[in-house]
Structure formats: C-alpha cells, structure tokens
C-alpha cells in the first residue's frame, strides 16, 4: 500500500481523455491518479521550524522529518548549526542530518537527488513526509526546478513566522546560550592553523566557524594577552549574532520572494509572541498559534 490511507493523496485530472460524439468525456485512465502528500515547514532561523516539525509529526498520522538545512546535513558542528538532539527529535526519525563529510560540498542538486529519495521512502513506510529547514534555495530546486516534482506530490507549505526585531532578540539569546554550552571549543577542534583560512567549502562555511577566524589563530600562536584575546572573542561573538540577524532577513525576504512570484500558497503562522512570553506561557502561546493551527491545517490537507 502507497500511503496513509485513500485520503493522502489528492485525486489529479486523468492524463488522457477524448470526448466522442454524443459521448461524455472518457476517463482512458482506469484509474484515477494520486499524489502523494509532502508538507513542508519553512521560516527564518530561530522561528522553531524543527520544533513545529517533530509536534506535527506526533499529532498527525505517522511521519517522519526530512532537514532541509544545508549546513545541517554535514557531520559535526552540532552546537554551531543548531541541530535538533535526540531528546528534542521525541524518537521521530530524521533525514538528512548529520551524515555529508563536512569538507565536501553539498549541492542543491544533491539535496534535490538525497530529498527525493528520502520521500520515496518514507512513503513506501507508508509515512507522511515533512521537509523542515531554513535552506530556501534547496526547497526552491527541489519543489520548482525538479520537473517530476509537482508532477508527483501536492504540497502543504508552512510558514513560521515571527517579527524581525523579536526575532533579532532571540537569536542573539541563542548565540549566548550555543557559547555556554561550547561552541567556542566545538570550533577549535577544527581549526587548523596550519592551513590558508579557507571558509567557502562544507560545514566552514557555517556561521560561528569563519567569525571565529582571527580569535582561534592569535590563540595558536600565543601572539595576545588574555585582554586582547578576550576583546577577540567578544567581537567574534557580535560578529555571529550580527550575521544570524541577518541570515534570518535574508531568509524572510526569500520566503515573501517565493510567495510573490513563485506563487507558493503559504500558510502563514505568527508565532511572534509566543516569543515574547516566558516559561510556561511560551509553550502555551506556541500550542495556541503555531501547533494547533498547524496540525488543523495538515489534517485537512490530508483529507483534501
Ligand atoms: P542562499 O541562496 O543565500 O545560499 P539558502 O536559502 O540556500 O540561501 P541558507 O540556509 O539561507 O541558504 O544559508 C545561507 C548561509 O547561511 C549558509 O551558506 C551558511 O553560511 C549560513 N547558514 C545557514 N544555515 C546555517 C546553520 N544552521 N548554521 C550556521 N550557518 C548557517
């Protein structure tokens, strides 16, 4: 069985039909063709796209998340590009994170090739696959510049949005909390001061690696005081949050872009305050205007 009971797949004009003389049209496909269904959740970084992702994966029928990051598929720097742990993934599996050599480069066209069949298997699990990440070019080739694409999957695109000052804000909070917990020495292991300053291959290209650059290579030489190495760090840390900030924008217009003139029907889901709230009233806000809405808009696109 392809998948997820009948209602999975949206019902498609037959390919070929003929209307004979005092005929009505003729259906000369028995069957009446499906797609099959893809959801895919897109917004800036820091929004909670994987968040969304594995609660969607939990209320809906069986599903399973493919990243659509790019910096996230590479092995290492976990705590840098912010991939989702185990305990946060709540034993859904995940696609595509965590398993490219980090000094190869992974292109859209291999996203477009390593997604496609990740669909497919999933699908053949008899699962429902949800595309989440922030890459919006890998999105773009796969659903638009993949002639079989759209020919074979309907999609349901979500769109976690949160306004940019607010947002701001946040991944600032997060550069601070992802030095806490070691990005500085997650960094270090792979800093080779023996070699040209090389960010434009793999995972170095990730925001937090080449930011890092002037601070990790007067630490191997031995060259500053502690002063002046603190002053490093502190400014290769504004430099992350100035960059993160203005990845988010970048990511945001991309996403109007692909609604405007690509025609992308976004559902569009506020969460700016859920980020506004503390605590406990985080997680209610986000059930209440991000989570729920979503599902319902999920559970309909199947039954469509
Ligand atoms: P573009 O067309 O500009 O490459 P895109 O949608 O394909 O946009 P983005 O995901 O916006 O790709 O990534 C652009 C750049 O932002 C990456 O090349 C990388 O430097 C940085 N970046 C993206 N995701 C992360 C991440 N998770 N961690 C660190 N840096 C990231």
Redo the contacts with the bound molecule.
Sequence with gaps: MRILMSACKQVVQPMVSFQGPGLTNINMDPFLRRKDKVVIVMGA?GTGKSRLAIDLARHNPPAEIINS????VYKGLDI???KVTEDECKGIPHHLIGKVDPDSDFTANDFKHHASLAIESILERDRLPIIAG?????IEALVDEHSEFRMKYECCFLWVDVAIPVLHSFVSKRVDRMVKVGLVDEVRKMFDSTTEAEYTNGIR????VPEMHEYLHCEASGSNDDETQERLLQAAISKIKENTCI?AY??LQ?IRRLQARRGWNMHRLDATEAFLKHHAETNQAWEKLVARPATRIVRQFLLD
């Design positions: 970084t990051d790019k910096m996230q840098v590009t912010n922030g890459s919006n070019s890998y290209q990730a925001i937090g990845l970048r990511q991309k």
